[in-house]
């Protein structure tokens, strides 16, 4: 059971940083958390672009994290590495991809960790370990350095235990990122009808009160539609991307990701062609959302995390991968229940949004803080 890959030791005041391990780092070598790429990695010959900011501000790099491997994955579990322990009960699974940035982040080991996000690869662990995740803009952070599960979807953000670490995080990723501190109390927020764990509609109805945002119920019949072509499109670019790691070592690929990569290289280009099309209505459909809310809510989860047995059960109950099928950006935020865990609330917004769902996110803090 292990948090992190690699561990340094670190001195100084810089902001302690986890690098999730798919993220090139001069002199090391790169796991993506898979026996068959550890086995023929070199150390990289540079950073990854992602880094440089971090870099430039002085940050402690305190460890390269654990992850579903090859971030082909929503449960965090790993054969070769171990999995992270899920800091509100070791019963439960951390949660994937970016499995030990979550864990890093709310165990207080680092104060920012950086995860990569496919399919909800930050957003899921976040919602699994209490924690607070944001999924950036595609195309928004730089990803060259970075080993590539799908292209079309992949995206690096930050993770942290809380909004003010994210805006830290989006400092160190995108610097002269800010955040204004607009009054966002007439914020106008359409919640879209997705089917949840009783308590979890039950948090996100009194987060929303406390908000004293104006809620408007929204059906979006798409939604169903926007997760099946985005899984379909995800897994066929992992197979493009992993073929030949495929070809070469099939037994130093785990059995969960190697059965996942196989599904990815049986669509045809019909099939592949009609979810690009499926892509292209839904991002429609979400510009028209946008001129009538100025965020969009769901849970992050509709279920709680559930045992490392039944962890597959988040592959249903993630509310992740339509985000990234348009390329939006969205915020995970642990929001408290009546019962023993947080749930996690899931704010939308449209490209570029970071700044506004950050303040967001910290005036819902703020709003939730006496609940």
């Known amino acids: 059971m292990t948090t992190f890959i690699s561990r340094y030791t670190t001195s100084g005041s810089g902001v302690r940083l986890a690098v999730k391990d798919l993220i090139d780092m001069v002199g090391e070598p790169t796991t993506a958390g898979c026996r068959a790429v550890a086995e023929h990695a070199v150390p990289a010959a540079r950073d990854a672009a992602c880094l440089a900011g971090a870099r430039a501000a002085g940050a402690r790099i305190v460890g390269r994290t654990n992850l579903h491997e090859l971030a082909l994955g929503v449960t965090g579990i790993n054969p070769w590495y171990g999995t992270p322990v899920n800091p509100l009960d070791p019963a439960l699974v951390p949660g994937g ?59 690096i953000g930050p993770m942290a235990r809380d909004v003010a670490g994210l805006v830290l995080g989006m400092e160190l990723l995108d610097p002269g990122f800010t955040v204004a501190g607009a009054d966002l109390g007439g914020l106008v927020v359409g919640r879209l009808s997705v089917e949840a764990d009783p308590l979890i509609d039950a948090a996100i109805e009194r987060a929303l009160l406390a908000s004293e945002w104006k809620s408007v119920d929204l059906q979006v019949p798409e939604w169903d539609r926007a997760t099946m072509d985005a899984g379909l499109l995800l897994v066929a670019e992992a197979w493009q991307s992993n073929k030949s790691l495929v070809a070469q070592d099939p037994q130093g690929i785990g059995t969960d990701v190697r059965e996942r990569l196989m599904i990815g290289s049986s669509f045809d280009d019909a099939s592949r062609d009609a979810a690009w099309n499926g892509q292209l209505a839904w991002k429609a459909t979400l510009a028209d959302l946008f001129t009538r809310v100025d965020v969009l809510v769901t849970p992050t989860l509709t279920i709680f995390p559930p045992g490392v047995e039944e962890g597959r059960e988040l592959l249903i109950g993630r509310c992740t991968i339509p985000v990234n099928l348009a390329g939006v950006p969205a915020l995970a935020l642990p929001i408290p229940t009546s019962g023993s865990l947080p749930a996690s609330i899931q704010l939308i917004g449209p490209p570029q949004g970071e700044e506004k769902l950050l303040a967001a996110g910290s005036w819902l803090e703020s709003a939730i803080a006496s609940l």
Do not use: H, M, N, Q
């Not at 991809?97 to 207080?108: F, W, Y």
């Not at 920012?112 to 909800?120: I, K, N």
């Open 97 to 155: 991809s970016s499995s030990g940035s979550a864990v890093a982040v709310a165990t207080g080991e680092a104060d920012v960790a950086y995860g990569s996000d496919t399919g909800g690869s930050v957003r899921i662990p976040s919602a699994c370990c209490g924690t607070a995740g944001l999924k950036t803009t595609w195309g928004r952070i730089p990803l060259d350095g970075v080993w590539p599960l799908s292209p079309s979807f992949d995206t």
